[in-house]
């Protein structure tokens, strides 16, 4: 216990003095952050760069008369003299600080200190964003080095020294003096062209096309001369030779007794007729063979279009389209899509942590005392604060069983007087146990925090979630790619509808709408309507549908087994494809080395969000069980993910089938021990505190965690942005799903093997409008296997409606006249 003590004295002293630095800190901060103190700075600074503003422009005017007269007087003498008059529309001051920026400094460039005051000032008082401090101070250094020396060099000494300031006479000449005056002007140029190419992106692609065009024309040009050349060739005759005859000679000399002619072209030919065939007067139509034999000895060549690619390169052709058009961009289909930003997200809370050292020095000392009173001594106890729970780590003496410790849990909590005690015995991967102690005052962790940090900017997860803070603080963000599925439960009121929404915002932030859809189901048909609006973004929805939320029993069953097609058509693009998963699919997609012709296409990431599943549980069963389970199973590689929420955690709502499937659970506070073995495996659920307080395991640890705050107004305001902006004509189709037993009778049975007692019944049913199978029992002194066999056949026959759980099916004919003429139609039928 000396040691102890001792121990506590000297951190005691050290926490003082660190804790004096961080109070000097924060009090900085504070007047910093302070509103008021923004608003007097923000006003000042817009003011100022309004006189700077008129100060410089006047100066262009007037700077010449003035400059003699307040350059050779002291400032003390300029603030004293009422008698000195100067020119400037802002008086001497403005006079002063223009000459010297202008003159003295930078010339025009002078400027850029209007844009910079005009900026913080905006940022201070408004807290808008015009542009990021760090690129406008970046920019504004570049202007300030390259518009000096540009005006210098181009305007000579006189207007170049008053435009570019002593900074840009000073640098002219230095560049002068080194390169030459035409090596300044490549400095020069070089500057202006490599600042453009780094931030406006300028690209040299019209030089590169125009010099392509030019050699294509070229390249036409000497194509057709060279056509023109052949085609002269095919006109004109053979060259021959007649021994030295003249022309005149020509028509006198009988065709048999003529000399035989020379084809110095074609030696091997034996005929002599067919070369005089092209000096005949008349044109008769020439023989098929003609055009051939007479130019054997011609080259000819045959060059394909670059339209028709050679057979042979065509393993190169995705190669070749990414040189040409680049790789695929999905995101192009909404090149206008904007993210919505941080300031839709509320700041709740404080970002820092507001414990008190009376209460942690209250707590230790009780838990050593109540340790200390059933014989447990402790070597060390270390605190480690969390936005809601305090974490205490405790080395045991030597000898000391764990399982004592664990037992004295509720004796701790009754010390403390707090609720939600939770003794973890030990701690893993560490040589200690834990206690996890409420804060007096927990904080609540704003989305804002977690959105805006930098854990979840620079995430490189498929499909990142923010889920609030651990009890160390620090930010958690999640994969759920990774996880691959998850299921939430909880009791009512505890959080699981914010931790929803806090996952739906997350994948919001992160991820472009080609990327990524959601297929939401919401029976209680209040939870999940905030994000109706962005259907035509993010949503996905069977062809027939005309809500994106789904809400109808009959429906969900649908959507989920089109979900069953879904997976299997993308497993079969997958085989093609020769890939194992979705990221390999569509990164050989993006490198255009899949054929959409084959039905190849961009796969967005579909999650699957499931509230109150137990409602579906109750009144649809193993039609919703099944699909969901082979979700669970396959769906994984082809990136749907399952999220599933449940305020009943109880076994025949999460099956064994279920929870083999879900190996990523989360936890919010639950009633009994028996509930968080059911989500968990384990008890600890039971004790948390509520208020979005959760266990999150994963399989092979457990975490607890704060859950991220995002209000309700803060949706409202993200999907109204998203859904103002232009999207796809409609929400995603899923593959259409037709029910087989649609039009048929409920358990296969045929209308010929309809009870004898059906009509007998159906009259009931219309008359009481009641449709239960109790009261064909009472009425018609039937057992129950047999009034449900003739439920079934009413149900078929669209008398009544279908199974609604524990309450009665809804009778859907509503007088005798109307089952009249069912009862006759099929009959005929």
């Given at each position: 216990?000396?040691?102890?003590?001792?121990?506590?004295?000297?951190?005691?002293?050290?926490?003082?003095?660190?804790?004096?630095?961080?109070?000097?800190?924060?009090?900085?901060?504070?007047?910093?952050?302070?509103?008021?103190?923004?608003?007097?700075?923000?006003?000042?600074?817009?003011?100022?760069?309004?006189?700077?503003?008129?100060?410089?422009?006047?100066?262009?005017?007037?700077?010449?008369?003035?400059?003699?007269?307040?350059?050779?007087?002291?400032?003390?003498?300029?603030?004293?003299?009422?008698?000195?008059?100067?020119?400037?529309?802002?008086?001497?001051?403005?006079?002063?600080?223009?000459?010297?920026?202008?003159?003295?400094?930078?010339?025009?460039?002078?400027?850029?200190?209007?844009?910079?005051?005009?900026?913080?000032?905006?940022?201070?008082?408004?807290?808008?964003?015009?542009?990021?401090?760090?690129?406008?101070?970046?920019?504004?250094?570049?202007?300030?080095?390259?518009?000096?020396?540009?005006?210098?060099?181009?305007?000579?000494?006189?207007?170049?020294?008053?435009?570019?300031?002593?900074?840009?006479?000073?640098?002219?000449?230095?560049?002068?003096?080194?390169?030459?005056?035409?090596?300044?002007?490549?400095?020069?140029?070089?500057?202006?062209?490599?600042?453009?190419?780094?931030?406006?992106?300028?690209?040299?692609?019209?030089?590169?096309?125009?010099?392509?065009?030019?050699?294509?024309?070229?390249?036409?040009?000497?194509?057709?001369?060279?056509?023109?050349?052949?085609?002269?060739?095919?006109?004109?005759?053979?060259?021959?030779?007649?021994?030295?005859?003249?022309?005149?000679?020509?028509?006198?000399?009988?065709?048999?007794?003529?000399?035989?002619?020379?084809?110095?072209?074609?030696?091997?030919?034996?005929?002599?007729?067919?070369?005089?065939?092209?000096?005949?007067?008349?044109?008769?139509?020439?023989?098929?063979?003609?055009?051939?034999?007479?130019?054997?000895?011609?080259?000819?060549?045959?060059?394909?279009?670059?339209?028709?690619?050679?057979?042979?390169?065509?393993?190169?052709?995705?190669?070749?389209?990414?040189?040409?058009?680049?790789?695929?961009?999905?995101?192009?289909?909404?090149?206008?899509?904007?993210?919505?930003?941080?300031?839709?997200?509320?700041?709740?809370?404080?970002?820092?942590?507001?414990?008190?050292?009376?209460?942690?020095?209250?707590?230790?000392?009780?838990?050593?005392?109540?340790?200390?009173?059933?014989?447990?001594?402790?070597?060390?106890?270390?605190?480690?604060?969390?936005?809601?729970?305090?974490?205490?780590?405790?080395?045991?003496?030597?000898?000391?069983?764990?399982?004592?410790?664990?037992?004295?849990?509720?004796?701790?909590?009754?010390?403390?007087?707090?609720?939600?005690?939770?003794?973890?015995?030990?701690?893993?991967?560490?040589?200690?146990?834990?206690?996890?102690?409420?804060?007096?005052?927990?904080?609540?962790?704003?989305?804002?925090?977690?959105?805006?940090?930098?854990?979840?900017?620079?995430?490189?997860?498929?499909?990142?979630?923010?889920?609030?803070?651990?009890?160390?603080?620090?930010?958690?963000?999640?994969?759920?790619?990774?996880?691959?599925?998850?299921?939430?439960?909880?009791?009512?009121?505890?959080?699981?509808?914010?931790?929803?929404?806090?996952?739906?915002?997350?994948?919001?932030?992160?991820?472009?709408?080609?990327?990524?859809?959601?297929?939401?189901?919401?029976?209680?048909?209040?939870?999940?309507?905030?994000?109706?609006?962005?259907?035509?973004?993010?949503?996905?929805?069977?062809?027939?549908?005309?809500?994106?939320?789904?809400?109808?029993?009959?429906?969900?069953?649908?959507?989920?087994?089109?979900?069953c097609i879904e997976m299997d058509q993308r497993y079969e693009l997958l085989k093609d494809a020769q890939v194992r998963n979705l990221r390999e699919y569509n990164a050989k997609f993006v490198q255009r080395?899949?054929?959409?012709?084959?039905?190849?296409?961009?796969?967005?990431?579909?999650?699957?969000?499931?509230?109150?599943?137990?409602?579906?549980?109750?009144?649809?069963?193993?039609?919703?069980?099944?699909?969901?389970?082979?979700?669970?199973?396959?769906?994984?590689?082809?990136?749907?993910?399952?999220?599933?929420?449940?305020?009943?955690?109880?076994?025949?709502?999460?099956?064994?089938?279920?929870?083999?499937?879900?190996?990523?659970?989360?936890?919010?506070?639950?009633?009994?021990?028996?509930?968080?073995?059911?989500?968990?495996?384990?008890?600890?659920?039971?004790?948390?505190?509520?208020?979005?307080?959760?266990?999150?395991?994963?399989?092979?640890?457990?975490?607890?965690?704060?859950?991220?705050?995002?209000?309700?107004?803060?949706?409202?305001?993200?999907?109204?942005?998203?859904?103002?902006?232009?999207?796809?004509?409609?929400?995603?189709?899923?593959?259409?799903?037709?029910?087989?037993?649609?039009?048929?009778?409920?358990?296969?049975?045929?209308?010929?093997?309809?009870?004898?007692?059906?009509?007998?019944?159906?009259?009931?049913?219309?008359?009481?409008?009641?449709?239960?199978?109790?009261?064909?029992?009472?009425?018609?002194?039937?057992?129950?296997?047999?009034?449900?066999?003739?439920?079934?056949?009413?149900?078929?026959?669209?008398?009544?409606?279908?199974?609604?759980?524990?309450?009665?099916?809804?009778?859907?004919?509503?007088?005798?006249?109307?089952?009249?003429?069912?009862?006759?139609?099929?009959?005929?039928?």
């Amino acid at each position: 216990m000396a040691k102890n003590t001792l121990k506590g004295e000297k951190s005691g002293s050290k926490t003082k003095k660190s804790g004096g630095v961080k109070n000097f800190g924060a009090k900085v901060k504070a007047v910093f952050t302070d509103p008021k103190f923004r608003a007097v700075v923000g006003v000042f600074l817009l003011l100022f760069s309004f006189y700077l503003l008129l100060a410089l422009t006047s100066f262009f005017f007037t700077g010449g008369a003035d400059y003699s007269r307040v350059m050779n007087q002291s400032l003390w003498e300029l603030i004293s003299d009422n008698e000195l008059k100067v020119d400037n529309w802002m008086g001497k001051f403005g006079a002063i600080l223009a000459s010297k920026l202008v003159n003295k400094s930078f010339g025009l460039a002078s400027y850029v200190f209007v844009f910079l005051s005009f900026i913080l000032g905006v940022k201070a008082l408004f807290k808008v964003t015009l542009l990021r401090i760090g690129t406008a101070f970046k920019h504004s250094l570049l202007v300030l080095v390259w518009l000096p020396v540009t005006c210098a060099y181009f305007l000579g000494s006189v207007q170049g020294g008053f435009l570019g300031g002593y900074y840009g006479t000073v640098m002219d000449r230095w560049l002068n003096s080194l390169v030459g005056s035409i090596g300044a002007f490549f400095v020069i140029l070089f500057s202006a062209v490599a600042y453009s190419v780094i931030v406006f992106n300028l690209s040299f692609d019209w030089l590169q096309n125009l010099f392509i065009k030019e050699t294509k024309e070229e390249v036409a040009e000497e194509e057709t001369e060279e056509e023109v050349a052949q085609n002269q060739l095919r006109e004109t005759p053979q060259a021959v030779d007649f021994n030295e005859s003249g022309p005149e000679e020509e028509d006198e000399i009988p065709i048999e007794d003529a000399p035989e002619p020379v084809i110095k072209e074609e030696p091997e030919e034996e005929s002599t007729e067919e070369p005089f065939v092209a000096f005949e007067e008349t044109d008769p139509e020439p023989e098929p063979k003609a055009e051939t034999e007479g130019l054997e000895g011609v080259s000819f060549e045959v060059e394909k279009g670059e339209d028709a690619p050679d057979e042979e390169n065509t393993e190169v052709t995705a190669e070749s389209i990414v040189d040409k058009y680049g790789e695929y961009d999905p995101t192009l289909d909404l090149p206008k899509y904007k993210f919505p930003g941080l300031d839709m997200l509320e700041e709740h809370g404080s970002s820092e942590i507001s414990v008190n050292k009376e209460e942690l020095e209250s707590n230790k000392n009780k838990i050593v005392q109540t340790l200390n009173n059933y014989g447990i001594e402790i070597e060390k106890i270390k605190a480690t604060i969390g936005p809601t729970v305090t974490l205490y780590e405790i080395v045991p003496a030597a000898g000391v069983r764990i399982s004592k410790i664990k037992n004295l849990e509720d004796d701790i909590a009754l010390s403390l007087a707090a609720l939600g005690i939770r003794i973890i015995a030990p701690i893993p991967g560490k040589g200690t146990i834990g206690i996890e102690v409420p804060n007096q005052n927990p904080d609540i962790v704003s989305m804002h925090s977690i959105i805006g940090s930098d854990k979840f900017q620079n995430s490189k997860f498929d499909l990142p979630i923010g889920l609030g803070k651990t009890i160390s603080n620090e930010t958690y963000i999640a994969d759920l790619a990774k996880m691959p599925h998850l299921l939430m439960a909880g009791a009512t009121g505890q959080g699981k509808s914010v931790g929803l929404n806090a996952i739906l915002v997350s994948l919001l932030y992160k991820k472009h709408p080609s990327q990524l859809k959601f297929v939401l189901v919401d029976p209680k048909k209040v939870e999940l309507t905030l994000f109706s609006k962005i259907e035509r973004h993010y949503l996905a929805k069977l062809p027939d549908s005309e809500d994106a939320i789904i809400t109808d029993t009959t429906k969900v069953v649908h959507t989920l087994n089109s979900l069953c097609i879904e997976m299997d058509q993308r497993y079969e693009l997958l085989k093609d494809a020769q890939v194992r998963n979705l990221r390999e699919y569509n990164a050989k997609f993006v490198q255009r080395k899949l054929n959409p012709n084959e039905g190849h296409r961009f796969l967005p990431y579909i999650v699957l969000v499931v509230d109150e599943f137990a409602d579906l549980i109750m009144t649809a069963g193993k039609e919703v069980e099944t699909p969901i389970a082979r979700l669970a199973q396959l769906a994984r590689a082809i990136g749907i993910h399952l999220i599933i929420a449940t305020q009943r955690p109880s076994v025949n709502i999460i099956t064994g089938t279920i929870k083999a499937n879900f190996p990523a659970r989360i936890a919010f506070k639950v009633t009994s021990k028996i509930d968080s073995r059911t989500i968990l495996d384990a008890p600890g659920a039971d004790q948390l505190i509520g208020r979005g307080d959760m266990l999150l395991s994963t399989g092979s640890d457990m975490i607890r965690i704060q859950c991220a705050f995002v209000d309700t107004p803060e949706v409202d305001k993200i999907t109204e942005f998203i859904g103002s902006q232009q999207g796809y004509p409609d929400a995603l189709h899923l593959p259409e799903y037709v029910d087989e037993n649609a039009g048929e009778t409920i358990g296969g049975l045929d209308p010929s093997e309809r009870d004898s007692m059906f009509e007998d019944a159906a009259r009931i049913i219309v008359t009481h409008q009641q449709g239960s199978a109790s009261l064909l029992q009472r009425k018609l002194k039937l057992g129950y296997n047999r009034a449900g066999r003739i439920i079934d056949q009413l149900e078929a026959a669209g008398i009544i409606g279908p199974f609604e759980g524990s309450k009665a099916r809804q009778v859907l004919i509503q007088d005798e006249a109307s089952l009249d003429r069912i009862l006759n139609n099929n009959n005929e039928a």
